[in-house]
């Protein structure tokens, strides 16, 4: 962990009789400013130092915390998704064609991770810096994944850790013989064909969303028993962040490089906005196009490209939005629990979203793990004072996650603690 001080006002100094003074002049765009030095009566004044401080573009921190904000129920959990969406399934992941909440989640950060590039690369003076910032970034990137998502950690409710390499996860973010070509359905696709040849079956994901589709459950959208007929891809592996379809998430993120370049190119705000708003939109109207004529339906299990297309547009949309809303209007409150999880992102991801502090709390029980404090305080303070699963479910998500989080990560942002890679 980190932390980050804001620049601070260098005091006056005397030399030779004379009062000198030192005045930084911030611009107000993400250009930073220039640090003068004068005498008082103004005789001298001439640049000392070139400085790179920049003003901190709120948006795409609160866009950033947004994200996580949705993402923290995948695992309990980014917030909204998985815990609710065990209750209220359209917010969870589709199971196979169309888009819903749980399925904007990774191209929106993808998105971001993009619009930042451009932010973060502008101070480093050197191509070869920039080479080995990539790689070590890289690697630390890769160890978290394959810590969190590989199998290593069973969190928050197995309270074991390790992983056979035989099925470690390599991936993470069909055992059927394929005999035609295009075919975009779950039992056969180029998708699942590439990663079962290239990682094998058992490096795969073993719970695929496709076990709610219609053809394998009765429930559907919901999960529920299989359905007698149903065929054999239902119980299948597949992996959602396979390499097929992690070439075509790049794309996702060199559609948020280029807003961010928009963003450090063209300095008034609505010169910009207007760039992010059209092109957005564009992307949205291709997107719309192609499922609707079944050319290219939205599928994010096959990341393919009209759900590119979609994803990316509303992230531009959104994001086009924040930045009216708090950098342009000034409206910062309300968006400054979403600001404060965005600056400390990866705290968020790794103790909340990956379900590490929630593991920890229910690592002390009283005689049996269903009987720690996390469960008790779902249970009793949500699910049994209002009388159903769904909504008691739904606020615990809220309250117990999203709010919590929130106060811890201003918290840290007050004491100016950051963990970052």
Not at 220 to 244: Q, V
Request: proline share 4%.
């Amino acid at each position: 962990m980190v932390g980050e001080g804001q620049g601070t006002a260098l005091p006056n100094t005397t030399q030779e009789g004379h009062h000198n003074a030192i005045t930084i002049i911030d611009d107000a765009s993400t250009d930073g400013g220039k640090m003068h030095y004068s005498d008082e009566a103004g005789q001298h004044e001439q640049p000392l130092v070139q400085t790179k401080r920049k003003k901190r573009v709120a948006a795409l921190d609160a866009f950033r915390g947004l994200t996580i904000v949705i993402f923290q129920q995948l695992f309990q959990l980014m917030i909204l998704v998985d815990d609710a969406g065990g209750a209220y399934e359209r917010i969870d992941h589709s199971p196979w064609n169309g888009c819903t909440l749980a399925d904007f989640v990774m191209p929106f950060f993808l998105f971001i991770v993009g619009v930042a590039v451009p932010l973060a690369f502008k101070r480093i003076p050197n191509l070869s810096a920039a080479i080995r910032k990539i790689v070590i970034r890289t690697l630390k990137l890769l160890f978290w994944g394959l810590l969190l998502q590989g199998g290593y950690s069973h969190a928050p409710d197995d309270l074991s850790y390790g992983v056979d390499m035989k099925h470690i996860r390599w991936c993470g973010i069909l055992q059927v013989k394929c005999g035609m070509r295009g075919h975009l359905g779950p039992a056969c696709n180029a998708v699942g064909y590439v990663d079962r040849q290239v990682w094998g079956v058992n490096h795969l994901y073993s719970q695929p969303v496709w076990i709610r589709h219609k053809d394998c459950t009765k429930d559907s959208p919901r999960m529920g028993p299989l359905r007698d007929d149903a065929p054999t891809w239902c119980l299948a592996p597949f992996e959602p962040e396979g390499l097929l379809s992690s070439i075509s998430a790049i794309l996702s993120g060199t559609i948020g490089v280029h807003y961010g370049h928009i963003l450090i190119h063209f300095q008034g705000h609505w010169s910009r906005l207007k760039h992010w708003v059209l092109m957005g939109l564009a992307l949205l109207f291709v997107a719309i196009i192609l499922h609707f004529t079944n050319a290219i339906p939205l599928n994010k299990q096959l990341y393919s490209f009209s759900y590119v297309c979609f994803t990316a547009g509303a992230a531009g949309i959104v994001f086009s939005a924040f930045y009216i809303l708090i950098d342009v209007w000034g409206i910062r409150t309300p968006f400054l629990f979403l600001e404060w999880i965005g600056m400390n992102a990866m705290l968020v991801f790794v103790m909340a979203a990956q379900g590490i502090f929630p593991a920890f709390i229910n690592g002390w029980y009283y005689e049996i793990p269903d009987k720690s404090l996390v469960h008790w305080i779902q249970r009793h303070v949500f699910i049994d004072v209002w009388h159903s699963e769904r909504l008691g479910t739904l606020l615990y998500v809220i309250f117990a996650e999203i709010v919590f989080w929130g106060v811890v990560a201003g918290i840290f942002h007050r004491l100016r603690i950051y963990w970052k890679l």
